[in-house]
């Protein structure tokens, strides 16, 4: 078990230990300070951007990010889950909740936690394409970059390794969440 400066903070859950810490608080927050910049830089106030953030797993990734940017934005979420009746998943992905806000003409920023298949990415983006944005670029936390699903992703975080990462809106079970770092399980 990882010490995390003295604290361990939720770390171990039942028999659910949190292994290794992967990003620690500093790492992931020096990286969204460079995400901000980066992405401030490539928008404009003419583009009316909309920040869309993919619940709940880019809850607090979304939250940092924002903070980070220095343009005006107006903020959204969607909630997309994969559909396959519970056991098996079928790759279809299904429209929860939102987006409420008018997409027509303006640049959409989707941002997610981490990209796995790529299946939800690949289905959202066309969809919000087909709602009248006009430009969609999704900012993705995490990347696994597995040779799957062919989606662009214009802004990534970190290349994450292959295996089963929790904390920073991450979750195994909706447990683990609330870690402020994010660890392999
Ligand atoms: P994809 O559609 O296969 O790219 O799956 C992306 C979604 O799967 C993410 O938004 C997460 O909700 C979930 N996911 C994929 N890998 C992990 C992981 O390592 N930890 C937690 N959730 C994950
Ligand atoms: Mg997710």
Same mark, same amino acid.
């Given at each position: 078990?990882?010490?995390?400066?003295g604290?361990?903070?939720d770390?171990?859950?039942g028999?659910r230990?949190?292994?290794?810490i992967?990003?620690?608080e500093?790492?992931?927050?020096?990286?969204?300070?460079?995400?901000?910049?980066?992405?401030?830089?490539?928008?404009?106030?003419?583009?009316?951007?909309?920040?869309?953030?993919l619940?709940k797993?880019?809850?607090?990734?979304?939250?940092?990010?924002?903070?980070?940017l220095?343009?005006?934005?107006?903020?959204?979420?969607? =909630?997309?889950?994969?559909?396959?009746? %519970? +056991?098996?998943?079928?790759?279809? /992905?299904?429209? @929860?909740? #939102?987006?409420? !806000?008018?997409?027509?003409?303006?640049a959409?920023?989707l =941002?997610?936690?981490?990209?796995?298949? %790529? +299946?939800t990415l690949?289905r959202? /983006?066309?969809? @919000?394409? #087909?709602?009248? !944005?006009?430009?969609?670029?999704?900012?993705?936390?995490?990347?696994?970059?597995l040779?799957?699903? %062919?989606?662009?992703?214009r802004?990534?975080g970190?290349?994450?390794?292959?295996?089963?990462?929790?904390?920073?809106?991450?979750?195994?079970?909706?447990?683990?969440?609330?870690?402020?770092?994010i660890a392999?399980?």
């Amino acid at each position: 078990m990882t010490d995390v400066g003295g604290a361990v903070r939720d770390g171990r859950l039942g028999d659910r230990v949190v292994r290794e810490i992967v990003y620690d608080e500093d790492a992931i927050q020096d990286r969204v300070r460079a995400l901000g910049e980066e992405i401030s830089a490539a928008y404009g106030p003419e583009d009316r951007l909309l920040v869309l953030g993919l619940l709940k797993g880019s809850f607090l990734f979304m939250a940092d990010l924002v903070r980070n940017l220095t343009l005006p934005l107006h903020v959204d979420f969607m =909630v997309a889950s994969s559909y396959g009746g %519970g +056991t098996v998943s079928s790759g279809e /992905v299904r429209l @929860l909740y #939102g987006p409420t !806000a008018e997409l027509a003409g303006r640049a959409v920023l989707l =941002v997610e936690d981490i990209v796995d298949s %790529g +299946t939800t990415l690949a289905r959202l /983006v066309p969809m @919000l394409e #087909g709602r009248g !944005a006009a430009s969609v670029d999704v900012c993705a936390l995490l990347h696994k970059r597995l040779p799957t699903v %062919g989606v662009e992703v214009r802004w990534v975080g970190f290349d994450a390794p292959n295996s089963f990462l929790v904390g920073y809106g991450l979750d195994h079970a909706e447990d683990f969440r609330h870690l402020p770092y994010i660890a392999s399980l």
